[in-house]
């Protein structure tokens, strides 16, 4: 199974970035996929996560309403639409899958009292983003 992330890089505050994962060796549509971030010195933090449908969609409160979680299932790809970046955005951008989200908490939050299992499924390697002011 691989997970391989793309689209990261330097942005000016206020401006956007799209972010990819291509997923390979994996029933893409059976799985959950989720956006995770982790700034250095920082524990890792949930994004966003989406369905196997591609029809529900979480988002946690520090992105909602900027960022865009979508997937295509016949590339077996998921995105990650990010407007109006701020500095606080600035880390590295990890995707995951999950067969199960839980409505009891773990690390791994996806937003609406909804999570990633501990451990999950399978994580990509992560791409960059940078924000700055």
């Known amino acids: 199974v691989q997970l391989v992330e793309s689209g990261g890089g330097l942005v000016q505050a206020g401006g956007a970035l799209r972010l990819s994962c291509t997923v390979s060796?994996?029933?893409?549509?059976?799985?959950?996929m989720g956006w995770f971030r982790q700034a250095p010195g920082k524990e890792r933090q949930g994004v966003s996560c989406?369905?196997?449908?591609?029809?529900?969609?979480y988002y946690t409160d520090s992105v909602k309403g900027r960022f865009t979680i979508s997937r295509d299932n016949s590339k077996y790809t998921l995105y990650l639409q990010m407007t109006t970046l701020k500095p606080e955005d600035t880390a590295m951008y990890y995707c995951a899958a999950d067969r199960v989200l839980y409505n009891r908490r773990s690390s791994f939050p996806c937003g609406g009292g909804w999570y990633m299992g501990s451990p999950v499924n399978y994580w990509g390697q992560g791409t960059q983003v940078t924000v700055s002011s």
């Open positions: 989406i369905s196997g449908s591609g029809r529900t969609t």
């Open positions: 060796g994996l029933g893409f549509d059976a799985y959950y």
